[in-house]
């Protein structure tokens, strides 16, 4: 697996995990800078408050001009003991009437035409950097008809930003240490969590064509990994009987195809062997041509199962009466039949929809089968049945040995027969039955065979 690069599972769930708790740990620290600054707003609010009422309320106890000159000294008493705090009134003509030291206030705060009332306080920097935090208001006086003054009130929040900027850097220091720590914590995590995927990695990279019959751990997986180790070892069981199907059909190939080659050179090398009569040479050119045929229809039988297998069989289409076309075919094997006291009989009726050469080849191997399997004086039943609306189905039945349940799933395979000792030099090579099913499975059915008490059904399904 590799461990680096956009396309490591490792290295992209590492940058999630450590990206998610980046996220989480600035959410965080953003919400608790907030509620800080809020804080401290409102310790200021209450301070500035505070003094802004005990300023109204010596302004409300002015009672002529001549009190104006005492106001200084009380506004003064008022702040002792509040360093940083700074205050100042302004009369409605912009007359300055009291200020605190070195007071610097923006002009929003003090002009009386542009005053707005508002519940948030300003924020400030005055020239020399101080940043301040003020509130103003107007307030009547004592003094009878006398317009409203504006009272403004501020504080120093120096300490207020050191103390956030020292916090805003320790807060991008832990998330960047946090970002590090939890991005290598989730690089081991995914690491151990990904240790059963490179185990099974490790067990399919030691399966090979000669090991196909092994299987992948699924208890030793986590359960979002057991399904996927199960669905490997059902591919590997599907690799593995295909394997053995395409070894046994090479084998069976390469068997079927000996024969008649030994036939033909052995044959050919006796006949060159020494000068003979034209008769003679008519004789074996004659069965050479019997060899070839049969080599010619194996091999057709062969490419036509090879394009069935790779869905390359794209049958036509035409309604056909299979009854009728059962009769037709009995007339074929009619000879065959009486030679051996065969009884051929059919009944029913009904109609698909395929391919009329296919379909014949299909009920034509049936027949022969059927005819090398029954006894002289057996009797060979065709019966076509119309179920409506699900399928119609035709079966060959024919009487003689019954076949062992255990042959019966694989009389459909290539080059099987049931009695291994039969000569294989006879008429059939063993593709008959297999050539049926993929003809029915061509047009979307399928073929079933049973066997029992000396009685044999071969049954094609058609859909309708």
């Known amino acids: 697996m590799r461990l680096s690069g956009h396309n490591s599972m490792t290295f992209r769930l590492t940058m999630l995990f450590a990206l998610s708790s980046t996220v989480v740990l600035l959410l965080l620290g953003y919400s608790i800078g907030g509620s800080l600054e809020r804080h401290f707003e409102e310790q200021d609010m209450e301070v500035l408050t505070g003094k802004l009422k005990l300023a109204q309320h010596t302004l409300e106890k002015l009672r002529s001009a001549v009190d104006l000159k005492v106001l200084a000294q009380q506004l003064d008493d008022s702040l002792i003991g509040h360093h940083g705090l700074e205050l100042v009134v302004v009369a409605p003509e912009g007359q300055i009437l009291f200020a605190t030291s070195g007071a610097k206030f923006p002009q929003s705060l003090l002009d009386s035409r542009v005053w707005v009332a508002s519940a948030r306080p300003t924020v400030w920097t005055t020239g020399d950097n101080q940043p301040l ?3 103003s208001a107007l307030v009547r006086t004592g003094i009878k008809d006398a317009q409203p003054v504006i009272v403004a009130v501020a504080t120093d929040i120096s300490h207020h930003e050191h103390f956030m900027s020292s916090f805003r850097m320790t807060l991008w220091s832990f ?3 946090a970002a590090l720590l939890t991005g290598f914590l989730g690089w ?7 240790a059963p ?3 099974i990695r490790r067990e399919a990279a030691g399966i090979t064509a000669h090991r196909l019959h092994s299987r992948l751990s699924a208890d030793s997986v986590p359960a979002e990994l057991a399904e996927l180790a199960e669905t490997l070892n059902e591919m590997l069981a599907r690799l593995e009987d295909s394997f053995r199907r395409l070894s046994d059909f090479s084998s069976d190939i390469a068997h079927e ?4 080659v030994t036939n033909l050179l052995t044959q050919t090398q006796v006949t060159l062997s020494r000068a ?3 008769d003679d040479y008519c004789d074996v050119l004659a069965s050479n041509a019997e060899e070839l045929e049969r080599l010619s229809r194996m091999i057709a039988d062969m490419l036509f199962l090879a394009k069935s297998d790779n869905d390359l069989v794209i049958p036509d289409r035409e309604p ?5 076309e059962v009769k037709g075919l009995f007339e074929f094997y009619e000879a065959l039949a009486e030679e051996k006291s065969i009884v051929l009989t059919c009944s029913g009726r009904g ?9 014949r080849r299909a009920i034509s191997n049936l027949l022969s089968n059927a005819l090398r399997h029954t006894p002289a004086g057996g009797r060979i039943v065709v019966r076509v049945d119309d179920t409506g609306d699900s399928a119609v189905k035709l079966s060959v039945e024919n009487s003689g040995d019954t076949v062992a349940r255990e042959h019966l799933p694989r009389l459909f395979d290539r080059f099987y027969r049931v009695d291994s000792s039969r000569q294989r030099s006879s008429e059939g090579a063993g593709l008959g039955l297999a050539i049926t099913r993929s003809i029915l499975r061509a047009h979307g059915g399928d073929a079933v065979i049973r066997s029992e008490r000396g009685v044999t059904v071969c049954e094609l399904v058609f859909p309708v």
């Open 276 to 278: 003979r009569a034209p």
């Open 133 to 135: 935090r003020g509130i």
């Open 175 to 177: 998330v960047a240490l």
């Open 257 to 260: 195809l000996r024969t008649p």
């Open 188 to 194: 081991l995590a995914v690491r151990r969590g990904l």
């Open 351 to 359: 109609v698909v929809s395929g391919d009329r050469l296919m379909l």
């Open 320 to 324: 056909l009466d299979l009854i009728d």
């Open 197 to 199: 995927l490179q185990a």
